[in-house]
């Protein structure tokens, strides 16, 4: 499976647990989040569509999760979709929007390492392991697996 899809495949492997909290309202709109993030990105076809898209969903994303706070289910699909929307934005926005995406993770992390069976620990890998290295960036190799649990995350590759 290439990194490209380790994306897709955890979201797609946690996805049910959107339902599994004590709050059916959140679960609906974390549900509603997970939707549009799986529309845009398999049904629009056109970068500059999805990028415009994942935009509007991530302040969408960002006002569920500011009316949940302390809940982690929330800042997961925000991080999730600002990552998306990261990969999609211009040259001059992915780090920054990626930084935001780890962050937000960070986040979610700091309050449920185990949310969505170890998807906020997947999102962080695959976030590590797709940003460039020092000193353009903060991805890591190591980083990618420490945050996976210590599971491979992809072909070794020579940053640190």
């Given at each position: 499976?290439?990194?490209?899809?380790?994306l897709?495949?955890?979201a797609?492997?946690?996805?049910?647990?959107?339902?599994a909290?004590?709050?059916?309202?959140?679960?609906a709109?974390?549900r509603?989040i997970?939707?549009?993030w799986?529309?845009?990105?398999?049904?629009?076809?056109?970068?500059n569509e999805?990028?415009r898209?994942?935009?509007?969903?991530?302040?969408?994303a960002a006002?569920?999760?500011a009316?949940?706070?302390?809940r982690a289910?929330?800042?997961?699909w925000?991080?999730?979709?600002?990552s998306e929307?990261?990969?999609r934005?211009?040259?001059?926005k992915?780090?920054?929007l990626?930084?935001?995406a780890?962050?937000?993770?960070?986040k979610?992390?700091g309050?449920d390492?185990?949310?969505?069976?170890?998807?906020?620990?997947?999102?962080?890998g695959v976030l590590y392991?797709?940003v460039?290295?020092?000193?353009?960036?903060?991805g890591?190799?190591?980083?990618a697996?420490?945050?996976r649990?210590?599971a491979?995350a992809?072909p070794e590759?020579?940053?640190?």
């Amino acid at each position: 499976m290439t990194v490209r899809y380790a994306l897709a495949f955890a979201a797609l492997t946690f996805a049910g647990a959107a339902n599994a909290s004590n709050n059916p309202a959140m679960d609906a709109a974390v549900r509603r989040i997970n939707d549009q993030w799986a529309h845009i990105r398999y049904q629009v076809a056109d970068r500059n569509e999805q990028y415009r898209q994942l935009d509007a969903l991530a302040g969408q994303a960002a006002q569920v999760s500011a009316r949940y706070p302390g809940r982690a289910e929330p800042l997961l699909w925000q991080g999730i979709v600002v990552s998306e929307e990261a990969a999609r934005a211009s040259v001059l926005k992915q780090l920054g929007l990626a930084r935001s995406a780890r962050d937000i993770l960070e986040k979610a992390q700091g309050i449920d390492p185990n949310i969505a069976d170890g998807g906020v620990k997947m999102s962080l890998g695959v976030l590590y392991y797709r940003v460039p290295g020092f000193p353009i960036g903060f991805g890591s190799t190591a980083k990618a697996r420490a945050a996976r649990g210590g599971a491979e995350a992809g072909p070794e590759r020579s940053r640190q």
